[in-house]
């Protein structure tokens, strides 16, 4: 759930502008007004002496319905607007009234039975913050009692507005139904009933109650809870918050953080899941035990910087042009068949009786899964790059009972989170004995694929294969449909997805070309290669164990290879070494400035001059511009016969005209 870009201030400024004539106003559409405070009696908890948080609390209208239901309940209200407040204190001057900010709720841990918080969380500048308060104040098996308009309910809002008299909703972002029941979720509130409201604007009081009668009975009989102009929510806290999973979802997750490695999924023994799989693609709980304490110590973005690189390409032993002889191999790969050409070696000369890769999933064949590779055809299969989020370490959960040797194959974040378990000697990992990589410019969010299939009036349920790199290299992105139709686009028109679907964690990682692994492969980006098809790949060795591999497979003349400088290898990768290693750095430190919480890798970024940062305030403005839902529509909306050459005529004179200020000083 993501923060609102209005201030706490802005949202007092309206309601004590409105404070005077807010009770008058609600006593002329008094129905609709008071029927969430009957709604809220009718779940409220029996018992006596109940401590209640009423917030907020505007005039103080809740406290005569609590009182209804629980004469001696000890109420704290806590509300934002001053001029609130101080009519609030004239009309109930024995109840205790206090400003809040909406943020830090001066209550203590476990201290509330009941919480009431009606048409509130639409109005608060962080609402997972405030619902996450909200938890911690109240006691084990204390209620939630909230209400708030769904995402639909703004154009009937509007509509409402121009015709009648009302106090205007000053600064507010009504939610969408699943982003609230999720981040109840995730929050560790139980949600035990959760239904909108329909209840006509105007009109007599008697037709208003019985719209809502019928509507009642509609949810009573075929679960018609998704409609209303009002929804409520009741959640229960059933147990104090996982200790381990506040730390994850609060340091990593809530500040946008995860890199989607899957670690923490992967060795959760079943606590944690996958949630929104095309989607966000990030872990929530799966309300099964309590998570352990290695989610979090390996997690990449704990302490990041651990391994620390230590320049452009990390360590390595050789950096070669290369590609696999067979040219079976070759042909079906991302580009120089090297990674897969690899694992087949090892595995046909006993070094490894499997690898993990990644292959397309089988029932879901738009998305790509992690498996236990073991014969060559498997490997053969599970070729090519996936560029839709992945979170491949899901798959530690089954290594644990893996003999081995394996072979691992993963994006840097991920080989990191392997690296750290090793040091650990964490049993998940002791099978694995062998680490590649793919180079890591960026990758995208599934969101991507059902765009792609847009442009061909395709859905996903509608694939039965999906490849991103198919045919000649640099290849297409190419589906199959159940329709027998097959729809493709050049690789290079397909990027045009890039800045509309990119993942936040590829613009804050550093890492290109797979520092930590034993062995990485790239693309031979160069006009003298690519002029040549077939596949050719920048090929990095970078432990003992990796080197003496690649000299195996060249003595058995499985490789096509010859060894280049540093130096050239940084200017055939210059754009993506520019877009991480300075990049990463300049879009972490606007993160810094605004007050985020940001990953520290411990490095210094090569030299960046002021024509750079200027350069790096366009590309920041297309990627905010193209990630509004808006601007996917557009493109979703524009043909690819336009969309895609258009991407690659500007990307390439781009790509000419920031060549020098990329290049300089890497
Ligand atoms: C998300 C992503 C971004 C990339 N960005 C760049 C870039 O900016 N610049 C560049 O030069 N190269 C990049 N590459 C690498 C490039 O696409 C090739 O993977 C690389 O050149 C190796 O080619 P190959 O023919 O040896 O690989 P192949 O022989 O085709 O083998 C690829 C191996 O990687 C595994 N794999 C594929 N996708 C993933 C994934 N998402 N996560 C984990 N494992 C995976 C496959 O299962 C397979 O085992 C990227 C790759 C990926 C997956
Ligand atoms: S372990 Fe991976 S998936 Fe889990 S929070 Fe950390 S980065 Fe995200």
């Given at each position: 759930?993501?923060?609102?870009?209005?201030?706490?201030?802005?949202?007092?400024?309206?309601?004590?502008?409105?404070?005077?004539?807010?009770?008058?106003?609600?006593?002329?559409?008094?129905?609709?007004?008071?029927?969430?405070?009957?709604?809220?009696?009718?779940?409220?908890?029996?018992?006596?002496?109940l401590k209640v948080l009423n917030v907020w609390s505007r005039t103080g209208s809740a406290v005569k319905y609590i009182k209804e239901k629980c004469p001696d309940a000890e109420i704290q209200n806590l509300e934002a607007s001053e001029q609130m407040i101080e009519i609030a204190r004239e009309r109930f001057p024995d109840e205790d009234f206090k400003q809040t900010d909406l943020h830090d709720l001066p209550c203590e841990t476990e201290s509330k039975d009941v919480i009431v918080s009606l048409e509130t969380l639409e109005h608060v500048p962080d609402p997972l913050h405030f619902l996450l308060e909200c938890h911690r104040t109240l006691k084990v098996g204390g209620t939630l009692i909230m209400s708030c308009p769904p995402a639909w309910a703004e154009l009937p809002l509007r509509a409402y507005e121009k015709f009648f008299e009302n106090h205007g909703e000053g600064p507010h972002r009504f939610l969408k139904v699943s982003e609230v029941l999720r981040a109840l979720k995730n929050c560790e509130f139980e949600v035990t009933h959760h239904r909108g409201t329909v209840f006509l604007p105007v009109g007599p009081a008697?037709?208003?109650?019985?719209?809502?009668k019928v509507h009642l009975s509609l949810l009573r009989f075929i679960g018609f809870n998704?409609?209303?102009?009002?929804?409520?929510?009741?959640?229960?806290?059933?147990?104090?918050?996982?200790?381990?999973w506040a730390k994850i979802h609060e340091e990593i997750i809530r500040p946008g953080l995860c890199m989607h490695s899957g670690t923490c999924i992967?060795?959760?023994?079943?606590?944690?899941?996958?949630?929104?799989?095309?989607?966000?693609?990030?872990?929530?709980?799966?309300?099964?035990?309590?998570?352990?304490?290695?989610?979090?110590?390996?997690?990449?973005?704990?302490?990041?910087?651990?391994?620390?690189?230590?320049?452009?390409?990390?360590?390595?032993?050789?950096?070669?042009?290369?590609?696999?002889?067979?040219?079976?191999?070759?042909?079906?790969?991302?580009?120089?068949?090297?990674?897969?050409?690899?694992?087949?070696?090892?595995?046909?000369?006993?070094?490894?009786?499997?690898?993990?890769?990644?292959?397309?999933?089988?029932?879901?064949?738009?998305?790509?899964?992690?498996?236990?590779?073991?014969?060559?055809?498997e490997i053969l299969a599970s070729a090519q790059s996936k560029y839709t989020v992945t979170p491949t370490n899901v798959i530690l959960s089954e290594l644990e009972n893996e003999s081995g040797p394996l072979a691992y194959v993963g994006l840097p974040h991920q080989v990191l989170a392997i690296r750290r378990l090793k040091e650990m000697n964490h049993p998940s990992v002791s099978s694995i004995k062998y680490i590649l990589g793919p180079f890591f410019g960026n990758e995208l969010f599934g969101s991507s694929v059902i765009s792609f299939l847009r442009k061909f009036e395709a859905k996903k349920e509608d694939v039965t294969s999906l490849s991103f790199r198919a045919g000649q290299w640099p290849g297409h992105m190419e589906a199959h449909l159940r329709d027998g139709r097959v729809v493709s686009m050049p690789k290079f028109h397909a990027n045009y997805l890039i800045p509309f679907h990119i993942t936040k964690s590829s613009l804050i990682s550093h890492d290109?070309?797979?520092?930590?692994?034993?062995?990485?492969?790239?693309?031979?980006?160069?006009?003298?290669?690519?002029?040549?098809?077939?596949?050719?790949?920048?090929l990095i060795t970078r432990t003992d164990l990796g080197d003496a591999v690649i000299r195996k497979m060249e003595e058995a003349g499985k490789l096509e290879l010859s060894e280049i400088s540093e130096d050239e290898a940084i200017k055939m990768q210059s754009h993506g070494l520019d877009f991480k290693k300075r990049g990463a750095f300049l879009r972490i430190e606007r993160m810094r400035k605004r007050g985020k919480r940001v990953p520290d890798y411990k490095m210094t970024?090569?030299?960046?001059?002021?024509?750079?940062?200027?350069?790096?305030?366009?590309?920041?403005?297309?990627?905010?511009?193209?990630?509004m839902p808006l601007s996917r529509r557009l493109a979703d909306l524009t043909p690819n016969w336009i969309i895609g050459p258009l991407f690659q005529q500007t990307r390439k004179i781009w790509k000419a005209s920031t060549k020098r200020i990329k290049r300089s000083g890497l």
């Open positions: 759930m993501r923060k609102n870009l209005f201030r706490i201030e802005q949202v007092r400024e309206h309601w004590d502008r409105v404070a005077l004539e807010y009770d008058r106003i609600n006593e002329g559409f008094s129905w609709t007004h008071t029927e969430r405070f009957l709604t809220m009696q009718k779940f409220f908890p029996a018992g006596d002496n008697k037709l208003k109650q019985l719209v809502e998704r409609m209303g102009i009002r929804h409520f929510y009741i959640a229960k806290k059933t147990t104090s918050r996982d200790p381990v992967g060795l959760s023994k079943g606590t944690l899941k996958l949630s929104d799989p095309d989607g966000k693609c990030l872990p929530e709980l799966t309300g099964i035990g309590s998570v352990p304490e290695i989610c979090y110590e390996a997690c990449p973005e704990v302490n990041p910087s651990e391994f620390p690189s230590s320049s452009m390409l990390g360590e390595y032993k050789r950096i070669a042009i290369a590609h696999h002889k067979d040219e079976g191999v070759r042909s079906n790969a991302a580009s120089g068949g090297i990674l897969t050409g690899t694992l087949v070696h090892l595995l046909e000369t006993g070094k490894i009786n499997g690898a993990v890769v990644l292959k397309m999933d089988e029932t879901r064949p738009w998305r790509s899964v992690p498996t236990i590779a073991r014969t060559r055809e290109l070309t797979n520092e930590l692994t034993d062995i990485s492969g790239g693309e031979a980006w160069a006009p003298v290669y690519e002029e040549r098809g077939k596949g050719f790949s920048l970024p090569p030299p960046i001059t002021f024509k750079r940062k200027a350069f790096e305030v366009i590309l920041d403005s297309i990627f905010w511009i193209c990630s």
